[in-house]
């Protein structure tokens, strides 16, 4: 399974609509909150015998939402904690993101996963 596909394994989860960052149509307007992502580095980390045996990932996951207060909650108490049981690593706490629509407000958050699977 690659990257794009573990991470839309958690996202789906959530019963909400997800779109790997810039995607979405521009006429398409807004749900009431969904997530974005993008996978922003790919690199080897661990060798043998001259081979990569492992590679580290950093990610990037936005939630976008009409309710400023669920911007804080949902992350801390849904989306952090699927992704760290499905492996994934959080690098921070998070920052405000701006978004395109002044009905929104958004939260980024970074992690890595590492994966064994070396293309």
């Known amino acids: ?3 794009k596909e573990r991470i839309a ?5 959530f019963n909400m609509p997800f779109y790997l960052q810039g995607t979405m149509a521009e006429n398409e307007p807004y749900p009431e909150r969904f997530l974005t992502f993008f996978v922003h580095s790919a690199d080897d980390e661990s060798f043998y015998n001259d081979e990569a045996t492992q590679e580290v990932y950093g990610v990037a996951i936005m939630y976008y939402d009409v309710d400023p207060e669920r911007v804080e909650t ?4 849904e989306l952090i904690p ?3 049981n499905a492996g994934f690593i959080k690098t ?4 405000d993101v701006l978004s395109d629509e002044p009905t929104h407000t958004g ?5 890595l996963l590492k994966d ?3 293309y």
């Open 1 to 3: 399974m690659n990257i």
């Open 9 to 13: 394994n958690v996202l789906g989860a």
């Open 74 to 77: 949902f992350p801390k108490q």
């Open 82 to 84: 699927a992704l760290k």
């Open 92 to 95: 921070g706490n998070g920052i």
């Open 107 to 111: 939260k980024a958050f970074e992690f």
């Open 116 to 118: 064994n699977e070396v």
